[in-house]
């Protein structure tokens, strides 16, 4: 979100958390997992894989959900006051859950646990293995 930080000495972290809200973060979070499903399916029309995703969203949450048989099964990403949580979309289970937090180096992040995460590592952490763990192909 923010530029790269020239002098952490003076960075100013409190100005630049108030920047990082989960609306600002779920939002770019939902058009990135578009890119990645789009391109997870691409990928896999050229292999003839059958696990095919589609995006399914509605106000404070989207998921990606693939269909085996009469089911859905996928992961459902929702902003929550603090940031935003995945889980299963069969069970509701919290499969991860991403905390706003400014990290050492300046920028906004999700923390899963003790671990911060850039936007691409969290969606790794939700995705993959959805996409490339075969449970039902």
């Known amino acids: 979100m923010s530029a790269q930080v020239e002098n952490l000495a003076d960075f100013d ?3 630049e958390r108030a920047k990082c809200t989960p609306f600002k973060i779920f ?5 990135q997992v578009q890119s990645d ?8 029309a050229e292999a003839e894989i059958k696990k095919i995703f589609t995006l399914e969203s509605y106000g404070t949450w989207f998921a990606v959900v693939y269909k085996v048989g009469e089911m859905s099964k996928g992961a459902m990403f929702s902003i929550t006051g603090n940031g935003v949580n995945v889980q299963d979309v069969e069970s509701r289970t919290l499969l991860h859950e991403g905390i706003l937090t400014i990290s050492n180096d300046g920028h906004c992040r999700l923390r899963v646990g003790q671990t911060e995460c850039s936007l691409w590592q969290f969606r790794k952490l939700a995705l993959q293995d959805l996409f490339f763990v075969n449970r039902e192909v």
């Open 27 to 31: 939002e770019l979070l939902r058009a």
């Open 13 to 15: 972290w409190v100005s």
């Open 37 to 44: 499903m789009q391109k997870w399916n691409l990928l896999t």
